[in-house]
């Protein structure tokens, strides 16, 4: 898979029985600078974050508690945490790629382990 640039997109998270595939706002944060900043001095979240490459994160001053999710190369889910803010997450060995959302909105999205999402970026 090609590196990730900054930018917008759409992350797709395939239905179930029971629900229908969400499309959520994503924005993509590629470069070393974006990552960094993540979601620091921000309140609120209109959809997600994906941080790539990463493999862990932290919520030091962090204003919100937030969703992790730690996607492998195929971007499929590794795991899920909630995580509030002042922590520091443990290194996923296998994941590439972490999505950040506002705390409680992966759950209902779908997004779990084992689930293989797809990357839309704007303009595709």
Known sequence: ???WHDGRGELVIPGDDDRSAARVPLEIAGSYRARTKGLLGRDALD?????????SIHTFRMRMSID???LDR???????????????????I???????????TMAGWGLRAGVRVEVVREGE
């Open 94 to 104: 296998r994941a590439r790629h972490v999505i950040e959302a506002e705390a409680g």
């Open 1 to 3: 898979m090609a590196r």
């Open 74 to 92: 195929r971007l499929r889910v590794i795991a899920v945490r909630t995580m509030p803010p002042g922590r520091l997450g443990l290194p996923r």
């Open 47 to 55: 959809g997600a974050l994906l941080l790539s490459p990463a493999n």
């Open 68 to 70: 992790v999710a730690y």
